[in-house]
């Protein structure tokens, strides 16, 4: 299952990825079997807003695609797994510092394989706290992601439907 992706390499590649390292973005951590990953957002001055707090959509950024590629490590290439939906709620400015500690239980992922086990779509929620490095929460995220199992690793075939065709297009 893990031999797909191997977390030192994500990490190394996540942390050289412009999008997270021009937005200060680091992973601090990634464990072996990706169901729990540590990531720091560092206030520079390029990513402060008008207030000299974090720039919301760092603090955004800070959570995208972190569950997509937990489950792409865990769940490996026989499913197609992509971010659908997100939501952030703003708690107080993030005056420094902001970390986020993101897990995956073994419940969720039993839940995932058994709901996409005959090739339908699930559409699993997550949740992440951002905080302050005195764990002051300063945002909340939630995500939903699209988990499917690859047409080729489907128990039991499907025929093919125009809606199948559209989820390959969201």
Same mark, same amino acid.
């Given at each position: 299952m893990f031999d797909y992706y191997k977390p030192s390499l994500?990490?190394?590649a996540l942390n050289l990825w412009p999008p997270f390292w021009g937005a200060g973005i &680091?992973?601090?951590l990634i464990s072996d079997d990706f169901r729990y990953v540590r990531l720091q957002l560092?206030?520079?001055w390029w990513n402060k807003n008008a207030n000299r707090t974090q720039y919301g959509g760092s603090i955004f950024s800070?959570?995208?695609p972190v569950y997509s590629l937990m489950l792409m490590g865990i769940l490996g290439k026989q499913y197609f797994i992509w971010d659908k939906? =997100?939501?952030i709620e703003f708690i107080q400015p993030g005056d420094g510092d902001l970390? =986020? $500690?993101f897990v995956i239980s073994e419940a969720c992922i039993a839940e995932i394989i058994a709901a996409t086990a005959e090739g339908n779509k699930y559409l699993p929620e997550f949740s992440v706290s951002v905080s302050k490095a005195n764990n002051d929460v300063v945002a909340q995220v939630t995500r939903i992601l699209y988990v499917r199992k690859k047409p080729q690793y489907r128990s039991e075939m499907m025929e093919p439907s125009s $809606?199948? &065709?559209m989820?390959?297009?969201e």
């Open positions: 994500v990490k190394l &680091k992973i601090i560092k206030l520079r800070l959570t995208d939906q =997100a939501n970390f =986020a $500690d $809606d199948i &065709k989820e390959q297009v």
